[in-house]
């Protein structure tokens, strides 16, 4: 046969895409459940979503919830931290924890066969963690030398200022592991108190996914969380609103870096909460703008110009005001011109160059088509489940996905441009070598760089 | 170890697993990889392996080539290489394979290791075709323009910059390697020196694909939902005319010479703390010395409760992390431990203890409690590492190109079922030894902050 190359294959109709059928329960103690089917590889998923996170720490103790999440396997009943660690190898177990700005999320992952003892493991470190002084004072001197490690980590003194520039002292104003003062201050009785009164079944839901049936899966889990007391703390007063309009003092801020290599940067404001109708719209434009390799902002500072490996957007979802970003690590001499060409971009997209219906057409099939790649392992299900349950959206979200972002219009991604992202009052901030980018970076018509420290 | 009197309870319900912790491993095999393996006659391997759960599949292309194929001068040279397979062949434009494949929803993207340089894309089942076309047009023709060269070696500059020039301990393994190695290129990292990415000429770009790119020297590994008669024709089709090279792929790299007594060195970097690393020279990947010194690393380092953070972060409290792995890979490299040093201790201190450590496996050996433990931990990982359509290409390709035997992709669960608390003390004594060591004190410039 002859071999052509010069000419692409012609191919077929793409096909539809079905998610597994997501099952609800509620136990008796109030607790939400949610099994999935999931029948690849013999492993069992379990994600326990608790409805609190980094925006529940009280003011003044910024990282309480992490260090709580962080004290979860270090001893429950009889068992102390090395014995959790050891009981979790017996089981081929994977565990993490995860605190995010509204919730935190515990992740056991095990073979089939060590279901139920798994499940188990996970209740009582959920539910009755030893929280024992000693185990208290070093989990927090280990988290204190992370904070002073993380002062010569650019993108973390990146995040930790962006949202601070980003949202004040608003809840959402710091990273979960909170600051070194307030690590500082905190007690082991505070992270007893702040579990008590965040970690009830009323307020979690159990994501279970893996090679059972939906009636198995439901045994499993409430054999071992059935018996969670629910004692009735209190229930979370919902965050302070914010509105998406502020602006902020300063346009562009320097966190200096003396000598660095390159300038960690990003660009900002507050735009639009993750329930926002106009989501899909969201994606896709931002797909077309930064969300992926061959979008504008990274063939303008990669591709044309060599200033970065690599630089994208997105928003920062949350259950309030989510921030829109534009984020690069750039040669330090093309600071300023690529906050230049990256403001030229947002600008371009809102009205001079819209996304034409060809980048359309990129965007939403390299959003649909890709889409059944979420979804290939128990995790990825059970995380994604999870998902819904934090933001309150629908069980046929996924299937409907497809559809509703083919559904977006050139019309409405330059709505949602004109609406959500604008470089006027974007905050341009860069941890970068302060004597090399200021004069440059004050020179872009931005006013004077406002320098503050890491 | 003491147990808790609920888990205890528990696991006695479970009244097999509560008897003998020890033999649960003999139970669960899981399910071998299917697979084919051909060669076509320009000598390029193809290996073929059917999964209908998802419709998707994952193409890699693995090409016997990395950083351990520089010569002198060129380091970075392999990897710099890899971005140019982006900029475009006879029938498409600079950058048109990553617009493609992401129009059709899928993903691509190369790394390249000291050993091999892997370009792989997952996507849609039914765009296998298409892939397959635009691999083929790569491997046989690249367009070399010197605008998009100079510009791509900007990008790798940036990188480097990124990944190891702007980060606490960037430059880690760069100096863990410079310090071991004297001949074997083993000594650079595969990024490579600002240096030699300047030096790097177009000329240099041209010679590489014409002396690695080649068919003989790549493996095809296709994985997910699709037929295999037709993918195998359909590569036949597209690749089957890629020419033979004109010569052989060139195989002398240096041996690295034993080493006869311990080396040391203090070494001062712009880091927030002081680090340790205890290093050793150790066997190649597939060696059967190399299955024990997996187990080690895991007894060592896998969890809290593992020998070096339970006794240097939890017990001593001498560090703030610390590790211990075996660098296992195609030439012989290095196992070793690091710790970054709690601040109010001394890099003494974690020496010593990191040491200890490597001497306790010599003399006292481990438990058939911390091997069970290790290979239930192995059991876990083999599974879940398996579980996507790329993983299992990669475990595939990876066993036809290093081990030059398909059939470990699967016979290694078995290899580390079968290891003993014996065979992991006395790969232990072979290679944990003083005169085989490195010891590094990388101390924070100006001092301690």
Same mark, same amino acid.
């Not at chain 1, 052509?4 to 998610?19: C, E, K």
């Not at chain 1, 996170?53 to 009943?77: K, N, Q, S, W, Y």
């Not at chain 1, 702040?194 to 996914?209: D, K, S, Y």
């Not at chain 2, 009244?15 to 033999?23: I, K, R």
């Given at each position: 046969?002859?071999?052509?190359?010069?000419?692409?294959?012609?191919?077929?109709?793409?096909?539809?895409?079905?998610?597994?059928?997501?099952?609800?329960?509620?136990?008796?103690?109030?607790?939400?459940?949610?099994? @999935?089917?999931?029948?690849?590889?013999?492993?069992?998923?379990?994600?326990?979503?608790?409805?609190?996170?980094?925006?529940?720490?009280?003011?003044?103790?910024?990282?309480?919830?992490?260090?709580?999440?962080?004290?979860?396997?270090?001893?429950?009943?009889?068992?102390?931290?090395?014995?959790?660690?050891?009981?979790?190898?017996?089981?081929?177990?994977?565990?993490?924890?995860?605190?995010?700005?509204?919730?935190?999320?515990?992740?056991?992952?095990?073979?089939?066969?060590?279901?139920?003892?798994?499940?188990?493991?996970?209740?009582?470190?959920?539910?009755?963690?030893?929280?024992?002084?000693?185990?208290?004072?070093?989990?927090?001197?280990?988290?204190?030398?992370?904070?002073?490690?993380?002062?010569?980590?650019?993108?973390?003194?990146?995040?930790?200022?962006?949202?601070?520039?980003?949202?004040?002292?608003?809840?959402?104003?710091?990273?979960?592991?909170?600051?070194?003062?307030?690590?500082?201050?905190?007690?082991?009785?505070?992270?007893?108190?702040?579990?008590?009164?965040?970690?009830?079944?009323?307020?979690?839901?159990? @994501?279970?996914?893996?090679?059972?049936?939906?009636?198995?899966?439901?045994?499993?889990?409430?054999?071992?969380?059935?018996?969670?007391?629910?004692?009735?703390?209190?229930?979370?007063?919902?965050?302070?609103?914010?509105?998406?309009?502020?602006?902020?003092?300063?346009?562009?801020?320097?966190?200096?870096?003396?000598?660095?290599?390159?300038?960690?940067?990003?660009?900002?404001?507050?735009?639009?909460?993750?329930?926002?109708?106009?989501?899909?719209?969201?994606?896709?434009?931002?797909?077309?703008?930064?969300?992926?390799? @061959?979008?504008?902002?990274?063939?303008?500072?990669?591709?044309?110009?060599?200033?970065?490996?690599?630089?994208?957007?997105?928003?920062?979802?949350?259950?309030?005001?989510?921030?829109?970003?534009?984020?690069?690590?750039?040669?330090?001499?093309?600071?300023?011109?690529?906050?230049?060409?990256?403001?030229?971009?947002?600008?371009?997209?809102?009205?001079?160059?819209?996304?034409?219906?060809?980048?359309?057409?990129?965007?939403?099939?390299?959003?649909?088509?890709?889409?059944?790649?979420?979804?290939?392992?128990?995790?990825?299900?059970?995380?994604?489940?999870?998902?819904?349950?934090?933001?309150?959206?629908?069980?046929?979200?996924?299937?409907?996905?497809?559809?509703?972002?083919?559904?977006?219009?050139?019309?409405?991604?330059?709505?949602?441009?004109?609406?959500?992202?604008?470089?006027?009052?974007?905050?341009?901030?860069?941890?970068?070598?302060?004597?090399?980018?200021?004069?440059?970076?004050?020179?872009?018509?931005?006013?004077?760089?406002?320098?503050?420290?890491? | 170890?003491?147990?808790?009197?609920?888990?205890?309870?528990?696991?006695?319900?479970?009244?097999?697993?509560?008897?003998?912790?020890?033999?649960?491993?003999?139970?669960?095999?899981?399910?071998?990889?299917?697979?084919?393996?051909?060669?076509?006659?320009?000598?390029?391997?193809?290996? +073929?392996?059917?999964?209908?759960?998802?419709?998707?599949?994952?193409?890699?292309?693995?090409?016997?080539?990395?950083?351990?194929?520089?010569?002198?001068?060129?380091?970075?040279?392999?990897?710099?290489?890899?971005?140019?397979?982006?900029?475009?062949?006879?029938?498409?434009?600079?950058?048109?394979?990553?617009?493609?494949?992401?129009?059709?929803?899928? !993903?691509?993207?190369?790394?390249?290791?000291?050993?091999?340089?892997?370009?792989?894309?997952?996507?849609?089942?039914?765009?296998?075709?298409?892939?397959?076309?635009?691999?083929?047009?790569?491997?046989?023709?690249?367009?070399?323009?010197?605008?998009?060269?100079? !510009?791509?070696?900007?990008?790798? /500059?940036?990188?480097?910059?990124?990944?190891?020039?702007?980060?606490?301990?960037?430059?880690?393994?760069?100096?863990?390697?410079?310090?071991?190695?004297?001949?074997?290129?083993?000594?650079?990292?595969?990024?490579?020196?600002?240096?030699?990415?300047?030096?790097?000429?177009?000329?240099?770009?041209?010679?590489?694909?014409?002396?690695?790119?080649?068919?003989?020297?790549?493996?095809?590994?296709?994985?997910?939902?699709?037929?295999?008669?037709?993918?195998?024709?359909?590569?036949?089709?597209?690749?089957?005319?890629?020419? /033979?090279?004109?010569?052989?792929?060139?195989?002398?790299?240096?041996?690295?010479?034993?080493?006869?007594?311990?080396?040391?060195?203090?070494?001062?970097?712009?880091?927030?703390?002081?680090?340790?690393?205890?290093?050793?020279?150790?066997?190649?990947? %597939?060696?059967?010395?190399?299955?024990?010194?997996?187990?080690?690393?895991?007894? +060592?380092?896998?969890?809290?409760?593992?020998?070096?953070?339970?006794?240097?972060?939890?017990?001593?409290?001498?560090?703030?992390?610390?590790?211990?792995? %075996?660098?296992?890979?195609?030439?012989?490299?290095?196992?070793?431990?690091?710790?970054?040093?709690?601040? %109010?201790?001394?890099?003494?201190?974690?020496?010593?203890?990191?040491?200890?450590?490597?001497?306790?496996?010599?003399?006292?050996?481990?438990?058939?409690?911390?091997?069970?433990?290790?290979?239930?931990?192995?059991?876990?990982?083999?599974?879940?590492?398996?579980?996507?359509?790329?993983?299992?290409?990669?475990?595939?390709?990876?066993?036809?190109?290093?081990?030059?035997?398909?059939?470990?992709?699967?016979?290694?669960?078995?290899?580390?079922?079968?290891?003993?608390?014996?065979?992991?003390?006395?790969?232990?004594?072979?290679?944990?030894?003083?005169?085989?060591?490195?010891?590094?004190?990388?101390?924070?410039?100006?001092?301690?902050?």
């Amino acid at each position: 046969m002859r071999a052509d190359r010069s000419r692409l294959p012609r191919i077929g109709p793409d096909p539809a895409f079905a998610f597994p059928e997501i099952v609800r329960h509620t136990l008796g103690n109030g607790l939400q459940v949610r099994t @999935v089917e999931h029948t690849t590889v013999p492993v069992v998923t379990f994600v326990l979503l608790v409805d609190g996170g980094a925006a529940g720490d009280p003011r003044g103790r910024e990282g309480l919830a992490a260090i709580t999440a962080d004290m979860v396997d270090e001893g429950t009943g009889g068992l102390t931290a090395i014995d959790v660690s050891d009981a979790l190898a017996r089981l081929g177990a994977v565990y993490d924890a995860d605190v995010g700005a509204d919730a935190t999320t515990f992740m056991l992952m095990t073979l089939s066969r060590f279901a139920a003892r798994g499940a188990t493991l996970l209740a009582d470190l959920v539910t009755r963690p030893a929280l024992t002084e000693p185990d208290f004072s070093r989990v927090r001197q280990l988290r204190l030398d992370r904070l002073k490690q993380m002062k010569d980590l650019a993108p973390a003194v990146a995040e930790r200022t962006f949202l601070r520039l980003m949202y004040g002292d608003h809840p959402y104003g710091h990273l979960a592991i909170g600051t070194a003062d307030a690590v500082g201050a905190t007690s082991r009785d505070e992270v007893e108190a702040f579990h008590r009164r965040t970690f009830r079944p009323r307020a979690a839901t159990l @994501v279970v996914a893996g090679a059972h049936t939906h009636a198995e899966l439901l045994d499993i889990a409430d054999r071992a969380f059935g018996a969670w007391p629910d004692e009735g703390g209190e229930t979370p007063l919902p965050h302070a609103p914010i509105g998406n309009g502020a602006r902020p003092g300063a346009r562009i801020v320097i966190v200096p870096r003396e000598g660095a290599a390159q300038s960690e940067m990003r660009i900002g404001h507050l735009a639009v909460a993750r329930n926002t109708p106009s989501y899909h719209a969201l994606l896709v434009m931002n797909a077309v703008l930064g969300g992926q390799f @061959v979008s504008r902002v990274n063939m303008k500072l990669r591709e044309e110009k060599g200033y970065t490996y690599g630089a994208r957007t997105g928003f920062d979802w949350r259950r309030g005001i989510a921030p829109f970003y534009l984020q690069a690590s750039v040669h330090t001499a093309a600071t300023a011109d690529a906050v230049r060409d990256s403001l030229a971009e947002l600008d371009a997209i809102r009205g001079s160059r819209p996304a034409s219906s060809e980048e359309l057409e990129l965007a939403k099939a390299s959003l649909t088509r890709g889409y059944p790649r979420n979804f290939e392992t128990a995790q990825q299900v059970a995380r994604s489940v999870a998902q819904l349950a934090l933001y309150g959206l629908p069980d046929t979200y996924f299937e409907e996905f497809v559809p509703t972002v083919h559904a977006v219009t050139v019309d409405e991604v330059s709505r949602v441009a004109q609406q959500y992202i604008d470089p006027a009052r974007a905050t341009t901030l860069v941890v970068g070598d302060h004597a090399a980018v200021s004069d440059p970076l004050g020179a872009l018509g931005l006013g004077l760089p406002q320098v503050v420290p890491p | 170890m003491p147990f808790s009197t609920r888990v205890a309870c528990f696991v006695l319900a479970a009244s097999v697993a509560a008897v003998s912790l020890t033999p649960v491993q003999a139970a669960v095999r899981p399910p071998k990889l299917p697979y084919q393996i051909t060669t076509l006659p320009n000598g390029l391997r193809v290996i +073929l392996s059917e999964d209908h759960s998802t419709p998707i599949v994952n193409v890699q292309l693995w090409y016997h080539v990395g950083s351990k194929n520089e010569r002198p001068g060129r380091t970075g040279f392999a990897h710099l290489f890899e971005h140019m397979m982006f900029k475009g062949s006879k029938n498409m434009e600079p950058e048109a394979h990553t617009s493609i494949v992401s129009s059709i929803g899928g !993903r691509a993207n190369a790394y390249t290791t000291e050993d091999t340089t892997v370009f792989w894309q997952t996507f849609p089942a039914h765009y296998l075709p298409m892939v397959l076309w635009m691999e083929a047009d790569r491997m046989a023709t690249l367009r070399v323009e010197d605008e998009s060269f100079r !510009r791509e070696r900007e990008v790798v /500059k940036e990188e480097r910059r990124m990944r190891v020039e702007n980060q606490p301990y960037g430059r880690l393994q760069e100096i863990i390697l410079d310090h071991s190695f004297t001949v074997h290129p083993y000594k650079h990292p595969t990024i490579g020196s600002m240096a030699d990415l300047e030096a790097a000429s177009i000329e240099d770009v041209r010679e590489f694909h014409r002396t690695f790119y080649v068919p003989e020297n790549a493996t095809l590994t296709i994985v997910g939902d699709f037929e295999p008669a037709q993918a195998l024709q359909m590569v036949t089709q597209y690749f089957g005319r890629v020419p /033979k090279a004109a010569r052989p792929v060139p195989r002398d790299i240096p041996r690295e010479p034993p080493m006869t007594q311990e080396r040391r060195a203090v070494v001062e970097e712009a880091w927030p703390l002081p680090a340790v690393v205890v290093a050793y020279h150790i066997t190649y990947d %597939g060696h059967p010395d190399s299955y024990p010194l997996h187990i080690t690393a895991k007894i +060592l380092s896998d969890g809290q409760s593992a020998r070096i953070p339970r006794e240097l972060i939890y017990n001593k409290r001498l560090a703030l992390s610390a590790f211990g792995s %075996g660098n296992l890979i195609e030439d012989p490299n290095l196992f070793y431990a690091v710790a970054i040093v709690q601040p %109010g201790k001394t890099v003494k201190e974690a020496e010593a203890a990191l040491i200890a450590e490597f001497e306790k496996l010599k003399t006292e050996g481990v438990t058939e409690q911390e091997l069970q433990r290790a290979q239930n931990q192995f059991a876990r990982d083999y599974m879940l590492s398996r579980e996507t359509n790329e993983e299992k290409a990669m475990h595939l390709a990876h066993a036809a190109v290093i081990h030059n035997d398909i059939t470990t992709a699967d016979g290694e669960f078995d290899i580390f079922m079968n290891t003993k608390v014996s065979d992991v003390q006395r790969v232990a004594r072979t290679y944990f030894n003083a005169s085989n060591r490195i010891v590094l004190h990388i101390m924070p410039k100006g001092g301690t902050r």
